[in-house]
C-alpha cells in the first residue's frame, strides 16, 4: 500500500474528528473535510462558495488584510471565536491557524474543534477566553514594568490597534497621564488596596482622547503579579455630564453664566485682585422699557431682545470678564484685573451706548435702556454677596433716578448709618412694610408712599457716572 498516495490521504482526513478547513489568501474556503461538513451543514459545492466571514460573522472582512499578514509572521494563530453552521446556530471554538505556502500558492489550514468536546478545565478556559473577547469594555493585562501583555479584542477597537501593536507597548503609550516616574507608587497603591477606580483619558492610534473609567485589580499568576484592568469608554457620560453641569450652570435662553456661576466668578475676580494688586468690578444690569416690549409683543419677542441684548454685552468685555443672566431682564457684569476703579465707568458709557442702539424686532425697530450700579472691590465690598448686594443698591438709585444711566455705590446710598435708622423705621411706619435702604429693590414705590422726593442736586463721579443724590423727607427735611 501506498502510504503516501493522495486517496488515503484524503480518506485518513475525512476520518478525524477535528474539523478542517482550508481558507485561500483572499479568506474564501478552498476545502473541508467531512466532518466540517457535516458540523456546518453544507456540502462540498455549496461549503466552497463561503468566506470566513460567513462562518464567522463578528470577523470583520476589513480585518482580513491585517489577520494574513499576522499570520504570515507568525506561521501560526490560535484564536477563539464563535461559528455559525447553516442552521444559524452559534457555537464557541478555537481554531489553530496555520500559514502554508505550497508550490508558490498561499492558503490557511485551519483547525477547528468545538470548546465541548475539551476536558473541563480547558474548556473554562476557552469559554473564559471567548466572553472575554466578546465584552464591550477593554481588558488589559499589565506587567510589573507597565509592559502591556495582553489586550481583548475590544481594546483593539477602542483604541485602533492591533494586539501585536498592543503587546509591545506600555502604558504610557495609552494613558499620557501616566508616567514612568509615577507608576512605582502607582503599583504600590495598587498592591495595597488590591483594587483602584479611576478616571483618565486614553489616546486612540489616531491620537483622539477616549475619557475612560479604569477598574485595576492585582491578580498574582504563579508568583508573579499583574494588572488586570477594565476599561470602559465613557465618552457618552462625559458628554452628558458636560450638558447637565452646563444646564445647572448657564441660562438656557441665553447661553449666559447664571446665578450658580456667576458666584465663582466673582470670587475669581476677587482672588485675581488680591494677588495682583488690582481691583475687581460688579455691575448689575437692569433693562429698561423690557416689561412694555414683553406684555405688548408677546414673549417671543421679549426672548429675542434678551438674546440680542446679551450678545451685544458680550461683544464690548474681554475674554476675562463675565456677563451673566440672574432672571427676568437683569444681568451682571464681572470685571476682571481692573487697574482703576474709573475703568468701570468706561465700561459702563460703552454699555449705555450698545443697548441703546435700535433692535428690529420681527419688523419693528425698538429702542430700550439700561440702568446700571456698580460695586468696586475692595471698596464696596470684599466678597461676593456684599459686592452684589451694593451694585444692586446702586442699580435701584439709578432707577429711582429717571433709569438710563450708571451709578458707582455709596454708603449714603445704604441705610445702615446713625443718621440714615430714623429714615427706615418712618418710611416703615408710613407704608407698612420694611425696606432695607432708599434705593432698594422698593425704593421708588416707597419714596411716593412716604412722601420722599428727589431733589436735582447730584455729586458726579470722576468716571461720569452719577454716584449719589440728595433725598428730601417729607417730615425731616434734607438727607
Not at 482550508?22 to 462540498?44: E, M, P, T
Not at 495595597?192 to 489616531?206: M, N, Q, S, V
Not at 455705590?409 to 445702615?416: P, V, W
Amino acid at each position: 500500500m501506498d502510504y503516501g498516495s493522495p486517496r488515503l490521504l484524503e480518506h485518513s482526513l475525512n476520518h478525524m474528528k477535528d474539523l478542517l478547513l482550508w481558507i485561500g489568501h483572499d479568506g474564501r474556503v478552498l476545502h473541508a473535510n467531512a466532518a466540517a461538513l457535516k458540523f456546518y451543514g453544507y456540502d462540498s459545492e455549496s461549503f466552497t462558495r463561503l468566506t470566513i466571514h460567513d462562518l464567522d460573522i463578528h470577523f470583520r472582512r476589513e480585518s482580513w488584510p491585517q489577520h494574513w499578514e499576522a499570520l504570515k509572521r507568525n506561521l501560526t494563530l490560535t484564536v477563539t471565536v464563535q461559528h455559525c453552521n447553516a442552521a444559524g446556530t452559534f457555537y464557541p471554538v478555537e481554531i489553530v491557524d496555520n500559514y502554508q505556502c505550497v508550490d508558490g500558492h498561499e492558503f490557511s489550514l485551519a483547525v477547528v474543534r468545538l470548546v465541548e468536546h475539551r476536558g473541563d478545565r480547558a474548556r473554562r478556559m476557552q469559554l473564559m477566553e471567548f466572553s472575554v473577547d466578546q465584552m464591550t469594555d477593554s481588558a488589559l493585562w499589565i506587567a510589573k514594568d507597565a509592559r502591556i501583555i495582553f489586550a481583548n479584542d475590544a481594546t483593539c477597537r477602542n483604541l485602533g490597534y492591533t494586539h501585536d501593536e498592543l503587546v509591545k507597548m506600555t502604558v504610557f503609550d495609552v494613558d499620557p497621564n501616566m508616567t514612568p516616574e509615577a507608576w512605582p507608587q502607582e503599583w504600590e497603591s495598587l498592591r495595597k488596596d488590591k483594587t483602584l477606580t479611576f478616571e483618565t483619558a486614553h489616546r486612540r492610534k489616531d491620537g483622539r482622547m477616549m475619557p475612560a473609567e479604569v477598574n485595576a485589580n492585582l491578580v498574582q499568576v504563579h508568583e508573579q503579579e499583574y494588572n488586570c484592568a477594565f476599561v470602559r469608554d465613557i465618552t457618552e457620560r462625559k458628554i452628558h455630564e458636560a450638558e447637565l453641569t452646563r444646564l445647572a450652570t448657564h441660562d438656557v435662553l441665553t447661553g449666559l453664566p447664571n446665578r450658580n456661576l456667576l458666584n465663582d466668578r466673582i470670587d475669581h475676580a476677587i482672588l485675581h485682585a488680591k494677588r495682583n494688586k488690582e481691583y475687581a468690578g460688579v455691575m448689575v444690569v437692569d433693562l429698561d422699557k423690557f416689561k412694555f416690549i414683553n406684555d405688548n409683543m408677546g414673549h417671543d419677542a421679549g426672548d429675542e431682545l434678551l438674546k440680542e441684548v446679551a450678545s451685544r454685552m458680550k461683544s464690548i468685555l474681554r475674554a476675562s470678564d463675565t456677563v451673566a443672566r440672574l432672571g427676568g431682564d437683569e444681568f451682571v457684569i464681572v470685571l476682571e484685573g481692573v487697574a482703576h476703579p474709573e475703568d468701570c465707568a468706561l465700561v459702563g458709557q460703552k454699555l449705555m451706548r450698545i443697548v441703546a442702539e435700535p433692535m428690529i424686532l420681527g419688523e419693528v425697530a425698538m429702542e430700550i435702556g439700561a440702568s446700571v450700579g456698580i460695586a468696586v472691590y475692595p471698596m464696596n465690598g470684599e466678597d461676593a454677596a456684599s459686592l452684589l448686594k451694593n451694585a444692586d443698591i446702586a442699580m435701584y438709585q439709578v432707577k429711582s433716578e429717571g433709569r438710563g444711566n450708571f451709578q458707582f455705590y455709596e454708603r449714603e446710598m445704604t441705610a445702615g448709618g446713625a443718621e440714615e435708622r430714623p429714615v427706615h423705621f418712618a418710611l416703615s411706619a408710613d407704608i407698612r412694610f420694611e425696606i432695607a435702604a432708599v434705593g432698594g429693590r422698593r425704593g421708588a414705590v416707597a419714596l411716593e408712599r412716604s412722601g420722599t422726593r428727589a431733589d436735582p442736586s447730584q455729586r458726579v463721579h470722576p468716571g461720569g457716572g452719577r454716584v449719589g443724590t440728595h433725598w428730601r423727607h417729607g417730615c425731616m427735611g434734607d438727607r
